[in-house]
């Protein structure tokens, strides 16, 4: 059970932390209006809280990284076939998903 509520905050963290991304690069490129950077700290509150909570909850579950490549993946592709600063914003969340992935893997030496 700790492991799927790990699984969860740890997908609200990817999507909050892809919102944020898509914000701030979105509002650099001009995409945005320059009022969006107050949204950002909300999102970046969210995503940061419940990926403390997860890594908490579930810190030896090296399956918390899935979310954060999930989200890259869609992000990736949207810049393909869409805007192209989600390839930016699919970039940024392939890091997090490898910071991740190597949090949990420290935990379980």
């Known amino acids: 059970m700790k492991k799927l509520t790990g699984f969860i905050f740890a997908s ?3 999507y909050s932390f892809s919102f944020a991304l898509d914000l701030v690069i979105g509002g650099l490129l001009k995409v945005y209006s320059s ?3 107050v949204a950002v700290i909300t999102w970046s509150v969210i995503a940061t809280v419940c990926a403390v909570i997860a890594l908490k909850i579930a810190p030896n579950f090296r399956w918390l990284s899935l979310p954060f490549f999930g989200f890259a993946l869609v992000a990736l592709f949207g810049g393909v076939v869409g805007h ?3 390839l930016l914003v699919g970039f940024f969340m ?4 490898i910071f991740v992935y190597r949090a949990t893997s420290r935990a379980n030496r």
Do not use: D, I, P, T
């Open 94 to 97: 392939l890091v997090q998903g």
């Open 35 to 37: 009022n969006v950077f």
């Open 84 to 86: 192209r600063y989600s």
């Open 12 to 14: 609200g963290s990817a």
